[in-house]
T-cell receptor, first 113, second 112 residues
Framework: EAQVTQNPRYLITVTGKKLTVTCSQN?????MSWYRQDPGLGLRQIYY???????DKGDVPEGYKVSRKEKRNFPLILESPSPNQTSLYFC????????????FGDGTRLSIL | GQQLNQSPQSMFIQEGEDVSMNCTSS?????WLWYKQDPGEGPVLLIA?????ELTSNGRLTAQFGITRKDSFLNISASIPSDVGIYFC????????????FGTGTRLQVTL
């Protein structure tokens, strides 16, 4: 089954404790992206990747890092999480570019205390 | 960054009614997309529009790419309870970057 898998689905942690949210897709997609969703603000793009070893900033990259060492994986790293990064995070992938149908994961709800 | 204003923010309608929502941008987009998000899930693509003036349907859904390329519209005809969710527009300008900008969403509630 074609899918985008995010882990963990839920996480409560404390300020400053490094964390990684993993994202994996099994569709051989080139394009992958991370979004955060906050009430009243919709989805905002954090980082995206056009292919292996090619990543670029979205609209809200501050406080986040990503890597794309393999085509299927696109982890999101919070080196020193802060409370303003409490949010619902979605990973998505599409075949080659974001104007093609993006498959979204089920989301990761992060709470930073 | 670019801003997409979506309206209305929320709608409460009765089953069987038609729904209209729109999205406006301060800048031009080459592609407009409409997504729906069901509670507890990620968004799912409904319709993609690639040309100014384009009108595209997907079942009871119809979307239009505005002539100015700064707006887009989504209509849902004869709404049913499973139409409940949040509808997002998204714009893409491939001329500058492959960043997708989402609107703030329209929350749709359908009453029986």
């Amino acid at each position: 089954e074609a899918q985008v898998t995010q882990n963990p689905r839920y996480l409560i942690t404390v300020t400053g404790k490094k964390l990684t949210v993993t994202c994996s897709q099994n569709m051989n997609h080139e394009y992958m992206s991370w979004y955060r969703q906050d009430p009243g603000l919709g989805l905002r793009q954090i980082y995206y990747s056009m292919n292996v070893e090619v990543t670029d900033k979205g609209d809200v990259p501050e406080g986040y890092k990503v890597s794309r060492k393999e085509k299927r994986n696109f982890p999101l790293i919070l080196e020193s999480p802060s409370p303003n990064q409490t949010s619902l995070y979605f990973c998505a992938s599409s075949f080659r570019s974001p104007d093609q149908p993006q498959h979204f994961g089920d989301g990761t709800r992060l709470s930073i205390l | 960054g670019q801003q997409l204003n979506q309206s209305p923010q929320s709608m409460f309608i009765q089953e069987g009614e038609d729904v209209s929502m729109n999205c406006t941008s301060s800048s031009i987009f080459n592609t407009w997309l409409w997504y729906k998000q069901d509670p507890g899930e990620g968004p799912v693509l409904l319709i993609a529009l690639y040309k100014a003036g384009e009108l595209t349907s997907n079942g009871r859904l119809t979307a239009q790419f505005g002539i100015t390329r700064k707006d887009s519209f989504l209509n849902i005809s004869a709404s049913i309870p499973s139409d409940v969710g949040i509808y997002f527009c998204a714009g893409l300008n491939t001329g500058t970057a492959s960043k997708l900008t989402f609107g703030t969403g329209t929350r749709l509630q359908v009453t029986l």
